[in-house]
């Protein structure tokens, strides 16, 4: 018997020789071209954002910040806090506090993390930080709550945090 016969690399060079199966390769191609589609377009059109001060981002910024253009009451506050929308953080005095209960310890830490990298330039404030999945608060609800939110999708309000 030949040494390539008893080999695995038999198997290898069998697998290799072997034409590839036609049947479901149209379909398959098929069903994924409207996906791959769309991930070509973007990548042609993707500008990459300004390291230096982020201002791809301003414009989301603004769209997700305009309802609250007139500010945020105390009532309004307390009321997210009270239904437990997020996680509640207050800053005073240049220190960061954030509530007991979080959902993901690990995020939570995250966002602490990066909060605390710019924390000398924040005046005192208080926010409701959603660290879940997905959104809490839809967009057809009104008056629009503040929600800061790691997750967006189109019917739901303030989206991703850019710190």
């Not at 036609?22 to 409207?34: A, I, L, M, N, Y």
């Not at 019917?155 to 710190?163: A, D, P, Q, R, V």
């Given at each position: ?27 398959s ?24 001060n ?27 806090v ?36 710019v ?10 930080i ?32 850019y710190?």
């Amino acid at each position: 018997m030949e040494w390539w016969a008893s080999s695995p690399l038999r198997l290898w060079l069998l697998l290799f020789l072997l034409p590839p199966a036609q049947g479901r390769q149209k379909e398959s191609g098929s069903k994924w071209k409207v996906f791959i589609d769309q991930i070509n377009r973007s990548l042609e059109n993707y500008e990459p954002c300004s390291s230096q001060n982020c201002s791809c981002y301003h414009g989301v910024i603004e769209e997700d910040l305009t309802p609250f253009r007139g500010g945020i009451s105390r009532k309004m506050m307390a009321e997210v806090v009270r239904r437990k929308l997020g996680t509640h953080y207050q800053i005073i005095k240049n220190r960061l506090y954030r509530e007991n209960d979080c959902m993901f310890p690990s995020r939570c830490s995250g966002v602490e993390h990066f909060i605390l990298e710019v924390i000398g330039r924040l005046p005192d404030m208080e926010m409701v930080i959603n660290v879940r999945d997905y959104p809490q608060v839809p967009k057809w609800m009104e008056p629009a709550i503040p929600v800061f939110s790691f997750s967006k999708a189109r019917l739901w309000k303030i989206g991703k945090i850019y710190l």
